[in-house]
């Protein structure tokens, strides 16, 4: 198996809702997965920017979520997952 698939596995498998998946289902969802660093202070998306087609998981580090660019609403730490409304819609 791909060594990228196995280490993002088994990062993934313990946090929800990874963990409560079977390996297999687990793993192929894995294999989808694209792997970004993004800088400090790096935008990810804004409001006034298309929708896009995919979720993100904090690995490492931290993820201010902020409304109106200056006003924090949450912060993501390791293994938890932001952008989800927009792959529900």
């Known amino acids: 198996m791909n060594t990228i698939v196995e280490r993002i596995y088994d990062f993934l ?15 192929t969802i894995c294999k989808q997965i694209k792997v970004i660093y993004i800088e400090e202070n ?17 690995k490492e580090g931290a993820i201010g979520l902020f ?6 609403v949450d912060k993501c730490d390791d293994g938890d997952i932001f ?7």
Request: net charge neutral; with cysteine.
């Open 13 to 27: 498998k313990d946090f929800p809702p990874f963990k409560v998946l079977s390996r297999e289902d687990c793993l």
């Open 42 to 58: 790096e935008t990810i998306f804004s409001i006034d920017k298309p929708v896009q087609n995919s979720f993100y998981v904090v």
């Open 67 to 72: 409304r109106e660019q200056d006003i924090l």
């Open 83 to 89: 952008g989800l409304r927009a792959v529900i819609r």
